[in-house]
């Protein structure tokens, strides 16, 4: 089975295979990197290798992995999307905590702005806080309308949802155009299945964080076992998957190593057969293994 290896995000054509910053900070995506000169080869590396889609916040860090991308890649290539991510900011000690005012999301803007080096950000992620560990349920109109009026400004050129139930994607499609949803969603994590679908009926992006299953990754016997039938690694299996499930989605994968980064890479070029989508298919509805 052949996968289209580009999609629109906004108005820009990117490679299907993005990367996400977040694993640049330091532990916990708090502080700074153990070391700040891998973490820039890995990003040198990663647009030197064709990745044109690159996801970032300033609240890794917070304010971190804007730093070192700053560093490594501006002058930013033409054909660069840095997409970035405003509604949260860290505690003193770590903490995830919401930051959803029209001020706090104006000055996290600036933030991004001023630490990566930019006139306007490519497309921001409202971060949806009502609850920090997953979607919840809650009208999103009043900082989204802060945010579209910030694009109005021409400060923010497109918007996406992060964290989104499906009643909040449809409310904020209300309200601005909206270029990509950002959730979680992998092999065992499936709970976007009738989402995914819809956007792709409408040509709008799907992104999954942690796609390896995040700070726990995938555990699976199946995948395993399909990964070493066909001599590939599960995680690139994983990310093969992803790319098959749907036309629309792209990929943000992060990781600190060059080594690791590489097999990620890879994973874009694994076709993968009918028997093969069906056994991981299978992955969401069966125990741990």
């Known amino acids: 089975m052949t996968i289209g290896k580009t999609f629109k995000l ?17 532990p916990g995506v708090f502080g700074p990197p153990r070391d700040r000169a891998a973490a820039i080869g890995v990003l040198r ?41 405003i509604g949260a900011k860290r505690g003193p000690e770590g903490s995830w905590d919401a930051a959803f005012s029209a001020d706090e999301l104006a000055r996290a803007v600036e933030d991004n702005l001023r630490n990566l ?15 920090a560990h997953g979607p ?37 499609r209300q309200i ?3 270029a990509c949803v950002q959730n979680q969603y992998n092999l065992a994590h499936r709970h976007d299945d009738q989402m995914i679908d819809a956007l792709a009926r409408d040509s709008v992006a799907y992104v999954p964080f942690f ?54 890479l890879a994973a874009s070029e694994i076709a993968l057969r009918p028997e093969t989508l069906d056994a991981l298919d299978g992955i969401s509805a069966a125990p741990a293994a």
């Open 10 to 26: 906004g108005d820009r054509e990117v490679n299907r295979m993005g990367y996400g910053a977040m694993q640049l900070a330091g």
């Open 176 to 178: 601005a155009e909206i």
């Open 117 to 131: 080096r930019l006139d306007v950000l490519e497309v921001v992620n409202l971060r949806i806080m009502f609850d």
């Open 211 to 264: 796609p390896l299953g995040g700070f726990t990754p995938l555990q699976s016997s199946t995948l395993s076992e399909e990964a070493a039938r066909i001599g590939v690694l599960p995680m690139q299996l994983a990310l093969a998957w992803l790319l098959h499930r749907a036309p629309n989605i792209l990929l943000i994968p992060g990781t600190s190593s060059i080594g690791h980064l590489r097999d990620n």
């Open 136 to 172: 919840a349920e809650g009208s999103i109109a009043a900082p989204l309308e802060a945010v579209a009026d910030l694009q109005r400004r021409g400060l923010v050129r497109h918007i996406g949802l992060s964290n989104a139930t499906s009643t909040q994607v449809s409310e904020g």
């Open 45 to 85: 590396e990663a647009v030197a290798s064709g990745v044109n889609h690159l996801d970032t916040s300033d609240f890794y860090g917070p304010h971190v992995t804007n730093d070192i991308i700053r560093e490594a890649l501006h002058p930013y290539p033409d054909d660069l999307v840095i997409v970035t991510k």
